[in-house]
């Protein structure tokens, strides 16, 4: 179906593009691998759509200090060639289809907060950060207290997400995602990212663990996070940190998984992530 | 609005409204109708096309993203690649879909063949498990996909004998 009638313009900064955001009804449109779709079966109706292709501070992967900045503009191909983070990429090349992935870009995928996307799992067990930039200016929010429900997230209308930022990977860091796929949408019925640093004795320093598919949003598992820290990431401590993986999670019941199926399969791809992450940290 | 862009090679001048899809507009403006609308969920890649030399979902973009880029047809594949290297007037991957019974009914077949051209131009040579996850994006219900893996395959070998992308770009050092 055709979309509704709008408008269209192309800015060519960021500064024009906050400005046109301003307008009544105005929406960004990124890569539209989310949107359009939407559009097309009349669930989004915006006045005005603000393309963003132009914009050249929305685009690249550079080093900034301790961190790394991806542009909001950068897509799922770029990022699954050139992003740090072995879990951040691994997300990235599972996210649609070759199609999808060559328009859609990391801005608009955790701007749409699809409940079951992949890279905000990644992100989350990162410990990422989002820069926006509207009328009164930047500010700063971590990825946990970015997506507020399924399909909504903590940025203004008059906001524009301008960059994705992750840690440096740090010596005896490692990270992966894993995911249980819904084969005929591609989406996760239930996605596991793991994060782990080492020390030289091989103890877990640190450890982020996101989760996707499974609750309200994607979410950061706090307490299997704080039960792997300090341990040598034995199967027996993996296994008892897993435990809490759902711990107060209203978990996502469907026709394509009952929550209790879904719990299972946060133990099985978790125990994956968290496997393929230590291997990675230690070598 | 006024849009101008490449299509097959040739230069194009348009006024479309902001809410036309790229593919009505190749298939109603331009009369290219070999990009099929198969799904109205940008699900099933029927109507891949190449933007940038890139495969996408020209459903799932609006005419007005593509102001000032190229795109390529199912119409316009051939002649990505000289003279010399089609076969009876068909691109090798065309040529391969044709010898190995790659389509039943068809309809998937000019998504399958744009898909198949980006990805060949990244992996001169890919695996069947390469190949069925670069089509990931293309969905065929008559073909169970084996002969498709094959004809992919089997144009990878012709274009790498040729020394040539899919693109017709040269390629060096995948001579065989």
């Given at each position: 179906m055709t979309p509704e009638e709008f408008g269209y313009v192309r800015p060519s900064s960021l500064a024009e593009a906050v400005a046109a955001l301003a307008q009544p009804g105005a929406k960004l449109l990124a890569g539209g691998q989310s949107l359009l779709p939407l559009m097309r079966l009349r669930f989004a109706a915006p006045k005005t759509l603000?393309?963003?292709?132009?914009?050249a501070e929305l685009r690249g992967i550079e080093a900034r200090g301790e961190e790394v900045r991806i542009g909001a503009f950068t897509s799922h191909v770029d990022v699954a060639a050139g992003a740090p983070w072995q879990a951040l990429r691994e997300a990235a090349e599972q996210t649609g289809d070759r199609q999808v992935r060559r328009l859609g870009t990391i801005g608009g995928a955790v701007s749409h907060a699809d409940p079951a996307g992949d890279l905000p799992a990644a992100l989350l067990a990162l410990g990422a950060r989002v820069e926006l930039v509207g009328p009164e200016g930047r500010r700063s929010l971590a990825i946990d207290e970015f997506?507020?429900?399924p399909l909504m997230t903590?940025?203004?209308?008059?906001?524009?997400?301008?960059?994705?930022?992750?840690?440096?990977?740090?010596?005896g860091s490692g990270s992966a995602y894993r995911k249980l796929r819904q084969e005929a949408s591609g989406f996760a019925l239930?996605?596991?990212?793991?994060?782990?640093r080492l020390d030289g004795a091989g103890r877990c320093v640190a450890a982020g663990i996101g989760v996707t598919g499974v609750g309200f949003t994607p979410y950061r598992a706090?307490?299997?996070e704080e039960l792997l820290v300090g341990t040598a990431v034995?199967?027996?401590?993996?296994?008892?940190?897993?435990?809490?993986?759902v711990q107060d999670i209203d978990v996502a019941s469907d026709a394509y998984a009952s929550a209790e199926y879904r719990a299972e399969m946060c133990q099985l791809f978790g125990r994956q992530a968290i496997a393929a992450a230590k291997a990675q940290a230690r070598s | 609005m006024i849009i101008e862009l490449t299509v097959n090679g040739r230069a194009v001048r348009r006024?479309?409204?902001?809410?036309a899809l790229l593919v009505d507009f190749l298939r109603e403006e331009l009369s290219l109708t070999g990009t099929k609308i198969g799904?109205?969920?940008?699900?099933?890649?029927?109507?891949?096309?190449?933007?940038?030399?890139h495969a996408v979902k020209s459903c799932n973009m609006l005419a007005v993203q593509a102001q000032g880029r190229r795109v390529v047809t199912v119409e316009g594949l051939r002649d990505l690649v000289p003279e010399n290297v089609q076969q009876e007037g068909l691109h090798p991957l065309q040529a391969a879909f044709w010898n190995s019974h790659a389509l039943q009914c068809g309809f998937c077949t000019p998504g399958m063949l744009m898909s198949a051209c980006d990805l060949l131009s990244e992996n001169p040579d890919p695996s069947d498990e390469e190949v069925r996850h670069g089509l990931e994006g293309n969905l065929c219900r008559c073909t169970g996909y084996e002969p498709i893996v094959f004809a992919v395959q089997q144009a990878g070998k012709t274009l790498r004998e040729a020394g040539l992308s899919p693109l017709g770009t040269a390629r060096e050092g995948v001579r065989e």
């Open positions: 603000v393309d963003l292709q132009d914009v997506f507020v429900g903590a940025a203004q209308e008059n906001e524009v997400l301008e960059a994705v930022f992750v840690p440096a990977e740090g010596k239930v996605g596991v990212a793991a994060r782990l706090r307490a299997t034995s199967d027996v401590e993996v296994e008892k940190a897993l435990g809490a993986i | 006024d479309v409204e902001p809410r799904c109205d969920t940008s699900q099933c890649g029927a109507c891949t096309v190449l933007l940038d030399g």
